[in-house]
């Protein structure tokens, strides 16, 4: 690969970056967080190319004017190799293949299969936040977890919270609201899921997004996969909602 096709092959590497941090094509890949990072990167992939387009650029309009470093010979580095240039190979053009692949197809994020085959991945907390006054409260499907479990509900005693997951139905029947917890990106995503009883749809479709209204209750269960802890939730109200902007969860390990 000769240098001009490097330089191709950089910017549009760093244009896929760019377009999928300026849009939210990257909450697919990674965590909000790292926004700034796929940016800074981008631009850096960008600026390279340019540079290295332009360096090309002038020196082949140096060897042009008979003013360059090598033996009068020859303009590939200098060694007077010009008349045995070999052709340059096509295949390596393939490499932009899965760059039109990121921009065109964006992966869906991950659903009930991957919930319900891999075990909850619920950690204790650090502390818990006082909670804002107000009914329902509005409160991250992890965060309702670990107050429920390690926190034994004390601090959703009497209130009423609103949280929103997509739904996982067991084997057995049971129904889970889910959300994918990541620490990075969704290479490393895990659930963490919340058992649903009280006034459930009837009819729950797999992967469908619901908004549900509820109070915490002392049941719980362990996850077939895992053993992890699983807590319920009574709920007293859902609705089918659209996909979130980020559809994973990073709050699992603060």
């Known amino acids: 690969m000769n240098r001009q096709t490097q330089a191709a092959v950089l910017l549009l590497i760093g244009v896929a970056l760019l377009h999928g941090a300026l849009s939210d094509l ?11 990072l796929l940016l800074a990167a981008g631009t850096l992939l960008v600026v390279t190319a340019l540079a290295t387009a332009w360096y090309e650029w002038r020196r082949a309009r140096r060897e042009e004017r008979g003013t360059g ?12 190799t010009r008349g045995h240039a070999h052709r340059e190979s096509r295949v390596s053009w393939l490499l932009v293949l899965p760059l039109f692949a990121l921009v065109l197809v964006a992966p869906p994020a991950l659903g009930s299969y991957s919930a319900t085959h891999t075990g909850t991945a619920l950690q204790q907390p650090y502390g818990y936040a006082e909670l804002p006054a107000g009914d329902p409260v509005p409160i991250g499907l992890v965060d309702y977890a670990g107050r429920a479990f390690y926190g034994h509900g004390r601090s ?18 049971t129904p889970y609201l889910v959300r994918m917890a990541l620490n990075c990106c969704a290479a490393d995503a895990q659930p963490v899921k919340i058992g649903l009883i009280g006034n459930i749809p009837p009819v ?49 390990n603060n």
């Open 204 to 252: 729950l479709q797999p992967n469908a997004w619901l908004e549900v209204t509820g109070r915490y209750t002392a049941r719980r269960t362990r996850d077939p996969v895992n053993d992890g802890p699983i807590p319920f939730l009574r709920v007293t109200a859902a609705r089918p909602v659209p996909t979130p902007r980020d559809p994973y969860d990073e709050t699992w």
């Open 26 to 36: 990257y909450l697919r890949y990674v965590k909000e967080g790292l926004r700034p």
């Open 156 to 173: 959703l005693e009497g209130r009423s919270v609103r949280l929103t997951g997509f739904v996982a139905v067991t084997p057995s029947g």
């Open 69 to 80: 470093t090598g033996t009068g010979t020859g303009t590939g580095d200098g060694d007077g």
